[in-house]
């Protein structure tokens, strides 16, 4: 059977990019879906707010939904302080090893922990299994009719606290009015647009942010 694109990714990276280099893993990733094949990354324009909200939240417990092939994790995992880690959780078998391949060439197993399974079975086990209390920053970038009832749902645990931030790619396209509906109505969230474009195409997309006000 001819392997899948997650795959052929993969090998890019495992061929080109630099050993226990991040920048190299990402440059490679965003060269290969720029000139040979589109993925769904969140990419080297939207890549850069990503980058910008991760350091004003500068977290201990940072969270994502969705790694696909690990480039965000990689993305938000390089600039975490030495104690700090990222939790990603992902259901597709496919992608949770290749994305722990190509996170184990980036250098950043030992701060980023791959979760497989669905958020929503996760979300409530973070507290007894992960030993998570609150998070500090997470990272919105799964399937888009999936941000809002998980938010709910991490609101509902106890896991935000005063300053902790939401991210979310894809707010224009493919979008997830539901959420963006839903969080800028609530009265605990501060939102931010950050308009942008989809990655690697000329495509309008953008980023939402919310701190929650406690
Ligand atoms: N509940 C859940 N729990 C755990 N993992 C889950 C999950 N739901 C989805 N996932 C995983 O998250 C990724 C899906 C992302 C959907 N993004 C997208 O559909 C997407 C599409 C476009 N696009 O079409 O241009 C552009 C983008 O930037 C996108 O993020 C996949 O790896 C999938 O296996
Ligand atoms: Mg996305």
Redesign the pocket.
């Known amino acids: 059977m001819d392997q899948s694109k997650e795959q052929r990714i993969l090998n890019s990276v495992s061929y080109n990019a630099v050993k226990g280099d991040p920048e190299s893993v990402l440059d490679c990733i965003d060269n290969y879906c720029s000139q040979k094949e589109w993925a ?1 990354n ?1 990419g080297d324009e939207k890549g850069v707010i990503l980058d910008k909200v991760v350091e004003e939240a500068d977290p201990t417990i940072a969270l994502e ?4 092939v690990g480039y965000s994790a990689i993305r938000i995992a390089r600039l975490l302080k030495p104690n700090a880690r990222l939790l990603t ?4 078998p496919e ?1 949770a090893s290749i994305a722990r391949e190509i996170i184990e060439i980036a250098g950043l197993s030992e701060k980023i922990t791959i979760i497989e ?4 079975d996760i979300i409530p086990q973070l507290r007894e299994k992960y030993q998570v209390d609150k998070v500090d920053f997470v990272f919105l ?4 009719e ?1 941000y809002c009832p ?1 938010t709910i749902l991490l609101e509902e645990c106890g896991y935000l606290k005063k300053g902790s931030i939401l991210l979310a ?2 707010i224009v ?2 979008g997830a009015p539901d959420f963006v509906k839903y969080i800028r109505s609530h009265k605990s969230f501060d939102c931010t647009n950050y308009p942008s474009h ?2 690697y195409m000329k495509v309008e997309d953008a980023m939402e942010k919310a701190v929650y006000m406690g």
């Open positions: 769904m969140v939904f969705g790694t696909y959780i992902e259901f597709n992608f399974g669905h958020s929503q970038d799964h399937w888009k999936r998980d790619d894809n396209y493919p989809l990655e």
